[in-house]
Every structure is written in structure tokens, then in C-alpha cells.
């Protein structure tokens, strides 16, 4: 049986943490009042960002020039425009999103930094309405992209549970049970009512404590200790 390379299996399950990762810390980012805590949390979840950037370029490189299963050569023609629309889809998303933040946090006076290591040039000045827009277009690629990976994960779990093929199979570097598909099941679920649940509940966002998170933080990078600055939103 025809299968992907495990460099193929190994840089999608590292998305795929990725994206669980800085999906998680987003929505966890918006209820939280500790200063500190914020600071610590923004600073992994850009550096997160970043690291997908890289991932999603080196994939980009290979992912479509790669060999397709056999399997996914026996899928009919709507599937497969299903299947290709969905990959270009995301490797849009996983680009875009993160850079969307990237903007954010330039237009809002701040580097993004990665893990501390070095930071990453300005793509934009500060500037109110390009980071306004900046956040409003990040929060609309986060809805997208976790809608499409609920649906991603459910069509998986379909052509193994229903089909009975092995796309699933596939993209997992070692054979599993039924019981390690059934979790993978399970996790979609838990993010749909996760997601649901944010929907249906969101509150207004903490601004006050971001600006104070941001102009502390901004202080740090640049040895200004306690030193004010004008406040910005995020």
C-alpha cells in the first residue's frame, strides 16, 4: 500500500499541534487579568505563530510535488475537488493567520519576537487603523480555520469509520486501533463544543489590561523598566 512520506506525516502532525496549540491559547488569552501571566502568553502564542510560518513554508515546498497515496487515487472526482479545495484552503489560513497577527502587533508598536531569540522586522509602523483591521481580519481567520479543521477531522473519521479506507491511516507514522481513531473523533467533538461554547459566550475582551500587558512588556524588551507610554490597544 501506497502511503505518505514520513516527512509528509511528520510536519502535518507538528501543524496540526501548532494550530491546536495557538487556537487553545487565543481563546485562553482573552480571559485572562494577570499582567504577567498575559505578557508570558503573548509572547508564546506570536512565537508559536512564527514557528508556523516556517513549518507551513517547508511543507509548502514538498506537499504538493509529494506522491499521493494509493488510496487517494480511488476517490471520486467530487471528493477529490473537496480534497484539494480543503488543502489549498488551509495552507492559506495557516499563512495568513499568523501574519494577520504579525501585523497586529507591528501596527500596534510592538516586535514580535521569536522565543526570545531575535525579533522579526516591522512589516508596518504603528498605526490604529491598520491594527484595528489587522485584528478583526485575525479573528475571522481563526473562525475560518477552526470551522474547516472540525470539518477536516469529521471527514477523516468518515473515510475510516464509513469507507473503511485507509486515508486516515496514512497520515499517522505508526498503524493504530479503532480506539486511537475513536479519540481523534472525540477531540473533534470537544473542539466543536469548545468552539460553540466560545461563540455563544464570548464577552467583551479585557483592553485595559492588554494595553497594560503590551506597554509593561514593551518596557522589558527595551530596559525602560517602569517608564509609561502612550496606551495601545490591542
Known amino acids: 500500500m501506497n502511503t505518505h512520506s514520513k516527512f509528509i506525516k511528520v510536519t502535518h502532525a507538528i501543524s496540526a499541534i501548532l494550530i491546536f496549540l495557538l487556537i487553545a491559547s487565543g481563546f485562553y488569552m ?36 509529494s506522491a499521493k ?33 504579525w501585523v497586529m502587533t507591528n501596527a500596534a508598536g510592538f516586535d514580535v519576537s521569536f522565543f526570545g531569540l531575535f525579533d522579526l522586522p516591522k512589516l508596518f509602523v504603528d498605526n490604529e487603523l491598520t ?11 481563526v473562525n475560518a480555520i477552526t470551522i474547516l479543521l472540525i470539518l477536516h477531522i ?33 477531540s473533534a467533538i470537544m473542539l466543536l463544543l469548545t ?10 475582551v479585557n483592553h485595559q489590561t492588554h494595553e497594560s500587558a503590551h506597554e509593561q512588556a514593551h518596557s522589558q524588551e527595551h530596559g525602560m523598566g517602569d517608564k509609561p507610554h502612550d496606551s495601545l490597544t490591542h
Do not use: C
Open 30 to 65: 482573552q480571559g485572562i487579568d494577570n499582567i504577567d501571566n498575559m505578557i508570558a502568553m503573548y509572547d508564546w502564542h506570536k512565537s508559536l505563530g512564527v514557528l508556523l510560518i516556517i513549518i507551513t513554508l517547508i511543507r509548502l515546498m514538498f506537499v504538493f510535488r
Open 154 to 186: 469529521l471527514a477523516a473519521a468518515k473515510h475510516h469509520f464509513m469507507d473503511r479506507d485507509n486515508t486516515l491511516r496514512n497520515m499517522f507514522l505508526v498503524n493504530a486501533g479503532n480506539a486511537f481513531y475513536y479519540l481523534i473523533l472525540s
Open 131 to 141: 491594527m484595528q483591521l489587522a485584528s478583526k481580519t485575525h479573528s475571522i481567520l
Open 69 to 101: 497515496p494509493t488510496d487517494a487515487t480511488e476517490h471520486g472526482r467530487v471528493e477529490v475537488l473537496i480534497a484539494t479545495i480543503t488543502k489549498v484552503t488551509f495552507y492559506f489560513l495557516l499563512l495568513s493567520l499568523p501574519l494577520s497577527g
Open 195 to 204: 468552539f460553540s461554547w466560545h461563540i455563544l459566550t464570548k464577552k467583551e
